[in-house]
């Protein structure tokens, strides 16, 4: 196994870890999160929340419990678990059963195995942690594309990562050439004009930008 593979492998890993730790916050605790999310997203989340008038007094306590111990965790954590709640939910479905089936891999290791995988993943640099927050297909990406995705305005930032999973491998290694030889200046335009892009015009777009 190469290095860059066990590196993305461990990552997807812990992200798989981290992101089952965040599926059920307490729901006062995310309701800020809802017009951030996306439409199939925000649905789950105020299904989940509609539950509650359908349990009955024990499930009721049960739940009142576990949003107490939400509630004791220091806000650093909270805040850790809601990015990653948050984070969990805009991957595509495809993405999330990749990192769902590398999770129970993961939880078949060895514990001195998944120590390590955890160590490994803790000594990263945090952005590159960041990174691989935007799931498997991104996250290896991630370091090469990091100076187009710092400071995405809110309202560019579905539609980039979209464009962005929609291209091919080679195709955003070339997209990291092209914002590494960019300015500043230029990587917003880049930046925003990908964000407006249609998959099927992505490779004419890139080619066009290349050749300049």
Not at 60 to 81: K, T, V
Not at 102 to 107: G, I, K, P
Not at 109 to 125: G, H, Q
Not at 127 to 150: C, I, K, N, T
């Amino acid at each position: 196994m190469t290095s860059s593979s066990r590196r993305g492998w461990w990552c997807v890993l812990v992200l798989a870890v981290f992101t089952v730790q965040a599926a059920n916050p307490a729901l006062d605790e995310v309701s800020d999160l809802l017009p951030r999310l996306q439409p199939q997203a925000r649905a789950e989340l105020e299904r989940r929340a509609g539950q509650w008038t359908d349990w009955n007094p024990d499930e009721r306590e049960s739940f009142q419990q576990r949003m107490q111990a939400w509630d004791d965790l220091p806000r650093g954590e909270r805040d850790a678990i809601r990015e990653g709640y948050l984070a969990w939910h805009e991957l595509p479905t495809s993405e999330r059963a990749s990192i769902a089936a590398a999770a129970s891999r993961y939880q078949a290791l060895p514990a001195e195995e998944r120590l390590a995988l955890r160590d490994a993943y803790e000594a990263l640099d945090g952005s590159e942690r960041r990174g691989w927050m935007l799931g498997p297909v991104l996250g290896s990406d991630y370091p090469a594309l990091q100076p187009l995705l710092a400071q995405v305005p809110i309202e560019e930032h579905a539609a980039l990562l979209a464009a962005l999973r929609a291209m091919t491998a080679q195709q955003r290694r070339d997209l990291a050439v092209l914002v590494q030889r960019s300015s500043p200046q230029e990587r917003e335009r880049l930046r925003s004009e990908l964000a407006t892009l249609e998959p099927a015009g992505i490779a004419a777009w890139l080619w066009e930008r290349l050749d300049r």
